[in-house]
């Protein structure tokens, strides 16, 4: 069984995940040298309080001491792993059902295991590494103080400003293990926080822990009379937040990157690296603003701050993932909430729209589509012809990007991303363009084209996924 | 300065209520040998930790162990008490602003303490109680089990029961007290929360604490679009609960108190004390169950219900404050959610509403006006003149009760209570009868009368509040 | 490999017990239905967090509920399992060497598993049971109160009364459970504790945890100075007590056992069940009092206990392990402590000594010798011929028990019982007798038909231990 | 009523000091602007938990926040305060009975609050400083990883190295804070403890937590059988420790400090700050080594630290306050402790009077004398009088320092020292010389003058008191 997965271990409890393997992770981590002091912080699953206990006791096997922070969401991890330099640790599966759990680790600097430093605890947890002898056995303490330490530095780095009259915010803790992070940031802000799934509850019973468009966008009507400035979602973790208007729905990741890239920016000039499947809102706003954009693999755009080094980067993301390095190197939704309520207070705006409009953030027609091919043998060739096709469909390029798929950039400003997906037996294609219509001929042209390669190399597309 | 009001302690901080004033009630209270272990939960106000340690050091000058429970609803206090044979305490205001602070106690058997004890605290307060000699200091300790008994005690007497689909219920917490409780209660028993308003944060940001009808009355049209079974909302610190109907709004608590008689009924007959104040819609269902209404004095139907003995009471309540007898003699509003959930889930009924008139509790026109005169000194007079002219006015009553005000009840099932109110200087009159053009003609009648007689006093009507 | 030995589990820690095998251990016991509530304790040891953390995990995993006490004496395991109806657990390998580990379990009446039980859950924890779904997972609370209750208890049981002057006791708690315990009882009862190695410490540095009398004997030299009135010394967990006084050292546990046999039935006639190696000293008071002795199987006189009926026996002991029925149904080295210390400073004696010869307690001479046979395969035969010889060799005795071995008593009062070791491959002989010459004439004649059998079947005596 | 005294508040519970005063210190220090953070550990007293909640409520009033670290030595506050940047609190009453109490504050650097921090205290105090509004006050935390950083640092300070054999210390904590620190750092340093009274408990039922001769020289007999390199013994909160050769008995506090002295200034040359009582071992060793005396006033050696700089001083002391500038600007039994125990393990002497012999120590006859004088107001004339005629009395001094008393030196190598004491109506008067005659002779001179000018001024000598 393969522990890691892309973002951090995230299997299902118990056939997946039990105790006896929290342990022996706690063993493993512990023995391979990342540091003596680990600070584990758990998501609010029925289940998060036996893996931390279980994996506490192979830590302490291994001769580490483990702080025991409790429930706190993924970000106070690394936070906390760079303040007191040891390893971070967050117990959680992030949005998956509560059925799920999983582990997320963070280097003495902040920065989440890369593949590599996964990969050796992968290779390491099946060799039953030995426990040290029982006059090195470490200990565990339960401590909490860092969860005000991490409250009150992030007030202190987004600088509280008194707006003008009392904004409501409505933020969406998904039960999970923001409930006492995220609404206080808010009023402490000054914002006034109209709280929902708040309270900590690992069943998740009102909605799934994930930011779904479809489940969030219902709120956009049931608070509107509230008229508040924005409405906040987060994961069960809170290293993600999704964000609505109260009038305009859903808004999207790509213009959020923008926005957070250009406040990064107005800060100091640097590089902003993102996933290739973001768009050109990004890359007009960073023009702008005098900064450099570099697009890397999807879903580890954190391991390539860490080549390049935090302080070359003055903001990387990609969607649902976005990393702030003067507040830190690693993926934080709280972060999130306390720039926008902070900005959406001093900025004498009524909803998060007006603030992207204000900031001159631009939003244009977007779309992602997902094929199931069988059978998936052919899928590799199906990819290879789509891609030498592609100029007689489209025309010439601009500009060709292969590092994760292939990514090719017209001079009218649209785009289009064909890639593999590493999860699932999928070719998805992300395009975007200046207009809908425009956006439409494209994605038509290129379907029907993949179509026509499938059927020519005598497959069938199995199922399309919009969006 | 008096300390205890007509709910306990309820005082502003820092004016009133300090951590010095909370030392000396610790030690005035551990003093005078209501026992020797405290059991204290206290709410989410920003000053709750503060006079719990200042009232737990007082204690243990006194030679008491305290048990600090930490967050918890208040009737945890009473709970924990009758379970330990001690005294609970909670550091609470109830459903104040977040400036006030206060104390609730509650003796070994669960009964909140009476006017005479609060008597004796208030007397040997002043007077500086000695400490213990060094060496029969007593100790603090941590601990949160009993909020786990808590739980699964109650969901055990209600007794969780499959329903038929899944029912959404809005939980509103207040921010306070019962944000961990109530919505595992409805998750528990079966139910879909949907929590607002459900982290802890005594600032109260978004609503006042108190659950007044006009705030919480938008929340039918806030959540109409998930059709919610029920919406609940605490006070502070959960002794109150407010129901809503999603569709025909607040739910009125003489209904409320009448609905649960019914089911305390159901069980066992026996004795219903209720306030002076309450309708005839409890009397009707009390006389149909073969139980016995008892009218007390408002604000006070626990004590009376300590002297009959609470085995000879199913069911005592007033306005908001309501005691079920076999689950405990304290008034408790997280035991109302449970009941109520487990209703209307165990019930093939849509919304609160439906419950209601399934259980076929009767609705009838209610109001209230309150009358301020001047010069103050006139009001007994006053009062007195007025209840010497109802016969002339309204004709003979079929009862006269006299325990709290005067309330006359008519052969046509109105009846009408005019009390001067205990805390503030007016004159209260309350009136029900079975159609609204009666109730109006009654209270325009008597407000006739009443200002005709103040003039005639030469005062004058200062104001005149409605319901 | 066996977990349980004579007296629960007891391995070596990471070789033979690591934190893998204790949430093995938490799962199996928490699956087997003995209850949902657990009470954990462990001692000093070095590896003693990490296997309750471990085990708790895995209890958790089975759905139940543990109350983390954290360090505390063995007896506190079943007394909170008994007070609290639930399971008591200690994480301890009592007086072995610190690199060792282990686990003793009482059930919700306070007694501790019996061989049925252990070989239940011997037999299912390779078994590999299946941890219960993620919405059915346990919790784990840290709570020290009931240490603060056992104390109170076992203070009011002896009950606590004025002495004659300060009188000093030496306590040596062995670094172990025990520290901040027994001082204090002996404290609390009046008397003025001189403690030595009564910090925590798993490293045990000073002696091991084995209340050894070559060890302890050496005290009475050294503690001379401050006349003490008892010297006592407990083993690492402190279900057990060793008794020196400063004048004629160690004391004898047969005179322990029946010095609190008589405290027993001064209270309440009844039977006294203690195992078949324990001398006339007990059979003599007890029959002084007016109970009735019984013995039973050495290692198992607490499932004896169980069998009967704790309300059926008035006390039951072995060499190191004294149940008081009216206390509790455990093993308690700490009520010992409580018991003597009151005794002393109650009775106007100035030591040990003086108080077993005020309570009329015998001493007669006594003695052990234990015999190591080659080839091992030969023993049961050696010890068949041994018994049958006994007739010849000391005449016919008055009485013969085999419950346990083979013990043969005589009309002049001495007695012999010959067993095979349960753990080791020796032949064990102990004796007794009304004066020292008699005693060992005894010892010489079985000894040397002992050998002389051996040497007729062609084996050999290895190794000869006395005492 | 003056709060703070020579060292600190010490003061009766509960006549002088309680809770109320407690809460209103804790409002004060917090409201003075010395810091936000409070790190407070206290001794094993009975009323110490108490006053530390009392002390925290007053810190949150003044919207502090406090970490309570629990039992634990005085000189952690001092760590605490300086790792972290906080305040530190040690509630303590150091060596005094059980019922006296008290306070030591540290600031941001470690150093003790000087004369001037504790006179803006006391002026404040009665002020009745007001609480900050309700929505800033701070909280309380309890967190006891600052030990186990503590231990850690200490021993990586002090390193520790493999010795010969292993040696056996004495170590007796008072049943005192430091019963979990200074017997681990024995045992950690692969010394082998023999721990008395190391068992936490407030009524010091033993001894005295007083450090007196008298009661711990009958140690070096008791424990003469066991052959220990040194007998160690703290004080109530672990600032002090006096130190007993199991041979030779109580070793004088100058040599230790001269000791010290020669140990700082091996590693760096610098300044020695000590009182100016102390003797001319320290003169001796610390020009052997290159180092500077410099002699201040008795009882507030570390001001003076604190007013040259800590970077500049590489020790400083005075009888039982010893100051090892490397380690940290505050005094520490417990560093001495680690330091002596390092020494004596690795140079390969038996004992600690070797060891000073070894390190070449000297050791001088020394003695002290206090006169009360009736009546008290003619004092300050008679030690005018008797400085003025010592000239006559014993010659020309070498050098005369008159920072604290009359310091008169000669060039004999003898000195005396004549004081008015601080804190009770005596005169002083201390004397070394380089034999038993010549001490003699010096004091009997200066007494018989001294009686001469009391009876010349009418008064009388009431008391004379020795060493």
Redesign the interface.
Known sequence: MKLFGTAGIRLQ??MEL???L???LG?TVGSLGYGRDFFVVHDT???S???T??F???V??SGG?T?IVGVAPTPLAAYSARKYKGVGVSVTASHNP??Y?GFKFYDKEGYEFTRKEESEIEKNIWREL??V???L?????????VV?EYVEDLISFVGSSPGRGVK?FVID?A?GAS??VS??II?SLG???????????G?F??RTPEPRKDVLE?YA???R??SPSAIFAHDGDADRLAVIDPVDGFVKQDRILAFFAKKALEDKKGRVIVSIDTGRALDEVVEREGGVVERYVLGKTHERVKEVGASQVVMAGEPWKLIYTSWGPWVDGILQVAILTSALIREGVTRISKLLEKENIPDYPWDRRSYIISPPDIRENIYNSLIEEMKSLLGDPENITTIDGTRLEYADGSWVLIRKSGTEPKIRVYAEALSKEKLEEMLIKIEKKLVEIVNKMGGRVVEITYG
């Open positions: 409890y118990p039990d105790g006896a929290a342990y022996k063993l699953r029925t289940t309080q036996l893996l206990y279980a506490t006791a192979g302490m096997a001491i702080r509560p059925d759990n030995k426990p002898d029982w006059h056995v470490g200990k565990a303490y339960h401590e909490r103080t005000e409501t803790c039960n409930y006492n609404p206080r009023r914002g006034r926080p109209l709280t929902i799934n708040c309270n900590p509850d069943f019973p009102f219902e009507n049931m608070f009379g509230v």
